[in-house]
């Protein structure tokens, strides 16, 4: 009875480390892929934050092109545009 218990302690003891070891890849594994998603989502971060600053510089010239168009338009008809004061840009 004694060696089937030392057999069946071996046998467990065995399933046991497999077990262990799976597990650990699994968790080596997962590890990588939450790196990798931290990495990718930083990127994209990164990339949104510099597509807002162009969106916004892009505004802001258009607005600036449009004042200059105006100001065009009416010193072509020989009218003074109406002074304000000046916008911070």
Do not use: C
């Not at 939450?34 to 892009?58: D, K, M, P, S």
Request: hydrophobic share 45%; aromatic share 8%.
């Amino acid at each position: 009875m004694a060696r089937v218990n030392a057999n069946a302690i071996a046998n467990l003891s065995s399933i046991v480390k497999d077990i262990v070891s799976q597990s650990y890849e699994r968790f080596q594994q997962t590890a990588i892929e939450v790196i990798w998603l931290n990495y990718t989502l930083h990127g994209q971060n990164e990339l949104f934050t510099a597509i807002r600053q162009v969106e916004f510089a892009l505004l802001q010239m258009i607005q600036q092109v449009s004042d200059l168009i105006s100001a065009a338009q009416s010193a072509l008809q020989g009218q003074l545009p109406i002074l304000q004061p000046s916008r911070t840009y």
